[in-house]
């Protein structure tokens, strides 16, 4: 393969996805192939189109709500805070929502036993 020839930013996938790999202890010449082979089959699979690939904020702001629950003992909303970069309010209107959430869920089951 001639590697001028081969577009930048399947170069650059190709490398990230190898350091991925690598850092999962797969040795460098498995996790390049690995990695060249997933740049291809999205070449191939995407050839032509505009790909946008979105920040995900959304997501990223689920995953931190998710460990916020998942840490939470029910006095250390300001630990929370500081870990995570968010207010003391963000934090109590977290638990709310999920406190909410599980409130409806178990309403709507006893509604359906009763």
């Known amino acids: 393969m001639k ?7 399947l170069e650059d996938l190709t490398d990230q996805i190898s350091q991925l790999l690598m850092a999962e202890k797969i040795e460098e ?6 990695a060249f082979k997933a740049a291809e089959h999205l070449r191939h699979h ?3 189109q505009n790909v ?3 920040g995900g904020l ?5 995953q931190k ?9 029910g006095r250390n909303y300001r630990e929370l805070s ?4 968010v207010s003391i309010c963000w934090i109590y209107h977290i638990i709310r929502l999920d406190r909410e959430r599980k409130r409806k869920l178990r309403s709507g089951q006893a509604a359906r036993k009763g």
């Not at 010449?29 to 690995?34: G, V």
């Not at 709500?65 to 003992?73: C, G, P, Q, T, Y």
């Open 3 to 9: 590697k001028e020839l081969y577009p930048k930013i």
């Open 29 to 34: 010449a498995r996790s390049l192939e690995i």
């Open 46 to 48: 995407w050839k032509g």
């Open 52 to 54: 946008y690939i979105p």
């Open 58 to 62: 959304r997501f990223e702001a689920s």
């Open 65 to 73: 709500s998710d460990n916020i629950l998942k840490e939470f003992s």
């Open 82 to 85: 500081r870990k995570y970069g």
